[in-house]
């Protein structure tokens, strides 16, 4: 098949992420692949790299950002719109909500050819627009266009299943075009342990003892992430515990923000920034860690989860969105968003008890190693290319 993926930015993220894998994978099976993408702005990093050297091609449409810009808008469309009727694609496959939507709408809008119609138009669904902490008219805006680009989508893939129930509760499209693909993990990255010289190397690099407990969070230092709760339950929890220590792993628009929240606090000795780390060593900043704690208020499903599962760590996340798909009691603990004195419990809890840790860790490991398989979510998606193309 010839596939275009389209996605609004090249950041480190896990919709990018999974878009990679996809587009690797994709053409390692002799698809013909191109992936067209914007600029990676901002401090949230980029995945260029991890483009090179691969049999997919990138293109970049240097006027598809992500805020709402209706100039900008209108020209990435009509290039976007360009380059398709120049590749002819069998499926256009977006990601994101920008791109989701200028993508659909020009794959939908190209003309019938005399071989073949339009492409089938598939959107992965990573997350929502639409949330429950923006206004209720941004949201009525966001719910207005997503319908309309629905329309214009022949099948969608969501990470989660409450991404399909969400979606479907608004009125965005219909249950029967829906199909659930876990975002796929670079496994063997995770389940491969890395030696202890390599964990004491990276802890000495942040002023981390090796006897210390870390609360790993990995996540953008942005808006909705959930800092601000990690923090507050800091602040009691290094009362209780002398030698734990909290990582957050990331960079973004409120790093300088909580830098200065912390030393007022008096915990920059407790809290550490380790800023933008590349891919290849989130798994060395899990497995340097004893607990991965993730208090987004907002994700399709984070794929530091997981990630960490694999790496036989326990987790606490608020239970929000996908989080209750793969963090139980048997696996981490799942806790009320925002609620401050659960995530303290909870945390606790995990810090006290070695061998609770050690046992979640084991079961989240045996629990995500066949439903985060790179082949399995490939698997997924080409059988729905396929399914569509067949109508």
């Known amino acids: 098949m010839r596939i275009v993926h389209i996605i609004t930015r090249l950041i480190l993220g896990g919709a990018q992420e999974n878009t990679l894998i996809s587009c690797r994978l994709l053409a390692e099976r002799e698809h013909d692949v191109t992936l067209i993408t914007g600029p990676a702005t901002g401090p949230e990093g980029a995945l260029f790299n991890q483009t090179r050297g691969q049999k997919y091609r990138v293109i970049t449409v240097d006027k598809l950002i992500r805020p709402i810009c209706p100039l900008y808008?209108?020209?990435?469309?009509?290039?976007?719109?360009?380059?398709?009727?120049?590749?002819?694609?069998?499926?256009?496959?977006?990601?994101?909500?920008?791109?989701?939507?200028?993508?659909?709408?020009?794959?939908?809008?190209?003309?019938?050819?005399?071989?073949?119609?339009?492409?089938?138009?598939?959107?992965?669904?990573?997350?929502?627009?639409?949330?429950?902490?923006?206004?209720?008219?941004?949201?009525?805006?966001?719910?207005?266009?997503?319908?309309?680009?629905?329309?214009?989508?022949?099948?969608?893939?969501?990470?989660?299943?409450?991404?399909?129930?969400?979606?479907?509760?608004?009125?965005?499209?219909?249950?029967?075009?829906?199909?659930?693909?876990?975002?796929?993990?670079?496994?063997?990255?995770?389940?491969?342990?890395?030696?202890?010289?390599?964990?004491?190397?990276?802890?000495?690099?942040?002023?981390?003892?090796?006897?210390?407990?870390?609360?790993?969070t990995i996540a953008r230092l942005f808006m909705l992430k959930g800092h601000d709760y990690i923090i507050e339950s800091a602040r009691e929890l290094s009362r209780r515990f002398e030698k734990v220590v909290w990582l957050f792993v990331g960079d973004g628009n409120l790093a300088e923000h909580y830098k200065q929240q912390i030393k007022q606090f008096g915990l920059a000795e407790r809290i550490k920034f380790t800023g933008l780390l590349t891919p290849s060593q989130i798994p060395v900043a899990i497995q340097s860690s004893d607990i991965l704690v993730h208090c987004s208020l907002r994700e399709g499903l984070a794929r530091a989860l997981p990630q960490a599962m694999l790496c036989g760590k326990a987790v606490v996340s608020f239970d929000v969105d996908g989080a209750g798909?793969?963090?139980?009691?048997?696996?981490?603990?799942?806790?009320?968003?925002?609620?401050?004195?659960?995530?303290?419990?909870?945390?606790?809890?995990?810090?006290?008890?070695?061998?609770?840790?050690?046992?979640?860790?084991?079961?989240?490991?045996?629990?995500?190693?066949?439903?985060?398989?790179?082949?399995?979510?490939?698997?997924?998606?080409?059988?729905?290319?396929?399914?569509?193309?067949?109508?």
């Open 73 to 216: 808008d209108a020209l990435s469309y009509r290039q976007i719109k360009k380059l398709l009727q120049s590749i002819k694609p069998d499926v256009v496959h977006t990601h994101s909500a920008k791109a989701g939507i200028l993508g659909r709408f020009a794959a939908y809008s190209l003309k019938k050819g005399a071989a073949k119609g339009r492409p089938a138009v598939i959107h992965t669904i990573h997350g929502l627009a639409f949330h429950p902490y923006q206004s209720r008219w941004l949201n009525r805006f966001y719910i207005a266009v997503e319908k309309s680009a629905a329309r214009r989508t022949d099948f969608f893939i969501s990470v989660a299943d409450a991404m399909t129930a969400q979606a479907t509760a608004a009125g965005v499209g219909s249950q029967e075009k829906f199909v659930t693909a876990y975002s796929a993990v670079e496994e063997e990255d995770f389940l491969e342990p890395v030696g202890q010289g390599v964990k004491s190397e990276f802890r000495q690099r942040y002023g981390i003892s090796e006897d210390a407990i870390v609360l790993v």
């Open 325 to 391: 798909e793969v963090v139980n009691e048997k696996t981490g603990r799942l806790i009320e968003p925002k609620n401050v004195e659960q995530l303290t419990k909870a945390c606790a809890e995990l810090i006290e008890n070695k061998d609770l840790r050690d046992s979640l860790g084991r079961a989240g490991r045996e629990s995500v190693k066949e439903r985060f398989a790179p082949e399995k979510m490939v698997d997924t998606i080409e059988q729905v290319y396929q399914k569509v193309l067949q109508k």
